[in-house]
């Protein structure tokens, strides 16, 4: 690749026509360029050559980008973002749960011990103090709105039997509302359920989109339903099942 | 294959103007106006057909999300590209940018040079203000594939510049696509999608699909800039013709010519390329023209910008195919076709 004109002429260009294209180091090497072809193909195969050149280039690219966020990953320092996401994490997940303790206690209704449901209430106010506590799905003062009804369209693509539920603050704003990927619950290392998401259709209704691959493992996924700010407004619990 | 969209004409007018309306925001209307932010101004307002921007928010909203929320990022994008642009111009010693003179070659190198960088760095305020608008993570987030943009683009340009630096001619077409990858496609088509992908999703996207989604397109891209340099309609293409064979620039039909010429011409293409662009006549860049015409180079680089579009088409079907119809995810499909299409 750094052959200069002089390393070329004159003398070296006979040798150089005669003899196939030789592999050479691009200008990004990585592991991805042991699939580089070493001869070029015959006109008819431009096409097929070209692309196949380019998906190279692609890939590695992706690849330089999953190493590029593995160092991250390991980088210290108190600004590194991964440990901001990190500590967000902790917090929705220690959201995630106190909001699924207070959906329990709701269940229960009477029959929640009635100290339990205050200690439980006490710490998701704590936590969300600038909030309206209303918003919160089974809060003691849960606004008008929950009285209402919410109609719900569930889109599952899956190839294996799947069981949906959604716990869904009922002010919450559908358009701003994201769901996190599904992590499953059961198992470690299995991978995630990602793309899932919410929108309200034509009619009003709450539309719940979810595409489970064909190679996705059979376990309980669960992954929190988040607004703009971030804070939980739900969660999306998927079983898929064998 | 759909031909000669009517849809693409109109979301590129439609979201150029809503980019360029929260652009001129940021931009200040204040002293120094004449050695500065009337430059700093003066490639923005020639306008151009927003491609960058209007992939940004036609994936945002592709995905579910509102203009509102991806225009901010798209002026950003539309500002960098407007600040490399002048110092492309440079690198380049272009003479024309969207049918007028260049920036330096009306103010000369160091004004314009300097309003590159203030526009470069003006372009992070939008992202700044994305805190507010999106969220800290998110925001963060889009600052972060900022970077990452940015770059490759560097990378990109260096690698470029550095073989005309050095006389480069042993460069083959994985090389090309390598560098052209870095240069082009990060800032027109990957890095526009992928921060649109997660300004639609709230951050919840595996961003990995459209990286190749985003080679594949703006490799098309590229090579159809390059092959309109040399036959384009020269008010509609707005910089001069052939300006890419007296810049030396290693363009796939400048490779394929290299590849394919015998020993006397690739010689003297050698020989011509690696002179500085004053040194280069308008007989050797029309000669140099005649030989890349015998050997088929510019059909040769339409056979493979077609290939490329149609492998980007089977990217697109997998990385936005699930999604529910829209106007937005119609227009991403037809302006893969568009890129090659235009004149």
Not at chain 1, 141 to 170: C, G, I, N, Y
Request: net charge negative.
């Amino acid at each position: 690749m750094t052959i200069r004109e002089d390393d070329i002429w004159p003398g070296r260009l006979q040798e150089r026509i005669q003899r196939s294209v030789p592999s050479k180091s691009g200008p990004n090497r990585s592991a991805a360029g042991a699939v580089r072809p070493a001869m070029k193909p015959d006109a008819h195969d431009v096409v097929d050559w070209a692309v196949r050149n380019a998906y190279g280039v692609s890939h590695e690219h992706v690849e330089r980008g999953r190493e590029a966020a593995a160092s991250y990953g390991t980088s210290p320092g108190p600004s590194s973002p991964m440990k901001e996401d990190l500590k967000d994490t902790t917090n929705t997940v220690v959201r995630l749960w106190s909001d699924m303790f207070v959906l329990w206690l709701d269940l229960l209704g009477p029959l929640a011990p009635r100290g339990l449901r205050t200690v439980v209430n006490d710490f998701t106010r704590r936590e969300d103090a600038d909030v309206d506590p209303g918003q919160y799905p089974g809060h003691d003062r849960a606004p008008q709105a929950h009285q209402e009804w919410m109609r719900v369209t569930f889109r599952v693509s899956s190839p294996k039997p799947v069981e949906v539920t959604l716990d869904l603050a009922p002010t919450a704003d559908i358009d701003s509302l994201v769901v996190q990927d599904l992590v499953a619950f059961n198992a470690s290392g299995l991978p995630p359920i990602t793309g899932a998401s919410l929108a309200r259709d034509d009619e009003g209704r709450v539309v719940v989109n979810v595409i489970v691959r064909p190679d996705q493992l059979e376990g309980i996924y669960l992954g929190t339903i988040a607004d703009k700010r971030g804070d939980v407004r739900g969660a999306l619990r998927l079983v898929v099942k064998r | 294959m759909t031909t000669s969209s009517r849809l693409v004409p109109q979301v590129l007018e439609e979201y150029g103007a809503a980019t360029r309306s929260v652009l001129f925001r940021y931009l200040p209307d204040a002293e120094p106006r004449r050695y500065l932010y009337d430059l700093v101004a003066d490639y923005p307002r020639r306008g151009g057909r927003a491609l960058r921007p209007s992939l940004c928010i036609a994936t945002a909203r592709a995905f579910g999300g509102k203009l509102e929320d991806a225009v901010l990022t798209a002026a950003s994008i539309e500002m960098l590209h407007n600040a490399l642009l002048i110092h492309d111009d440079i690198e380049d010693e272009s003479t024309t940018r969207r049918g007028q003179p260049t920036m330096h070659a009306r103010w000369g190198v160091p004004l314009a040079i300097n309003a590159g960088d203030v526009l470069t760095l003006m372009s992070l305020r939008p992202l700044f203000d994305n805190r507010r608008l999106l969220g800290p993570r998110l925001a963060m987030q889009i600052l972060e594939e900022t970077e990452r943009m940015s770059r490759e683009s560097g990378e990109g340009q260096a690698l470029e510049l550095g073989w005309r630096h050095d006389n480069v001619v042993d460069i083959d077409e994985r090389d090309y696509m390598g560098m052209v990858v870095q240069k082009t496609c990060w800032l027109t088509t990957i890095h526009p999608s992928r921060v649109g992908a997660l300004i639609g999703t709230g951050g919840g996207i595996d961003l990995d699909p459209f990286i190749r989604f985003g080679c594949l397109f703006g490799l098309a891209f590229q090579i159809q800039d390059d092959v309109l340099n040399l036959i384009g309609n020269e008010a509609a293409y707005g910089k001069e013709l052939d300006g890419d064979i007296h810049e030396g620039k290693r363009t796939l039909m400048l490779i394929h010519l290299l590849e394919n010429a015998d020993g006397d011409d690739r010689r003297q293409v050698t020989d011509l390329i690696s002179r500085p662009r004053s040194e280069r006549t308008p007989e050797d860049v029309r000669w140099v023209r005649e030989r890349m015409d015998a050997h088929g180079c510019i059909d040769y680089a339409r056979q493979v910008a077609s290939g490329l579009v149609g492998a980007a088409l089977a990217e697109f079907d997998a990385t936005y195919g699930r999604l529910p119809p829209s106007r937005d995810k119609d227009f991403i499909e037809e302006l893969v076709t568009w890129v090659i299409e235009r004149t």
